[in-house]
């Protein structure tokens, strides 16, 4: 699902800018990067904002999110209830594959 991966995309390139001291001295920091944008702070605040970032998709990706999840952790944990959550999870796991083509990129470019 792409549904705000630019977004998302965006999102993670800007704490990269805002954090590229921290990420060149700290080894772990770096190895931390999905948990440190995605997991440390909410992306989206408050239910009437993540309704309105939702919209239309907001069925597909709380299918998106069952998938991951079962895929993942043998059940689904989400708060479907709850639309900052849904935002919040499904930015989580988008973010894991931008982060993991930021770190495949950077190996690239240093190899």
Same mark, same amino acid.
Request: aromatic share 18%; charged share 35%.
């Given at each position: ?19 590229? =001291?921290? &990420? !060149? %001295? ?11 944008? #995605?997991?440390?702070?909410?992306? $989206? ?17 709380? =299918?998106? &999110? !069952? %998938? ?11 708060? #479907?209830?709850?639309?900052?959550? $849904? ?17 495949? =990129?950077?190996? !690239? %470019?240093?190899?």
């Amino acid at each position: 699902m792409k549904y705000k991966y630019q977004e998302i995309k965006e999102y993670f390139e800007d704490f990269i800018k805002e954090n590229e =001291e921290h &990420i !060149k %001295e700290d080894n772990n920091f770096y190895e931390d990067l999905h948990h440190e944008c #995605f997991n440390t702070h909410y992306y $989206i605040i408050g239910n009437y904002k993540a309704t309105k970032w939702l919209g239309e998709q907001v069925f597909n990706v709380i =299918e998106y &999110i !069952k %998938e991951y999840e079962r895929e993942h952790f043998g059940k689904v944990t989400t708060d #479907f209830s709850d639309p900052e959550k $849904i935002v919040n999870m499904y930015v989580y796991i988008i973010g894991e594959e931008i982060v993991y083509n930021y770190k495949e =990129e950077l190996e !690239k %470019e240093t190899a």
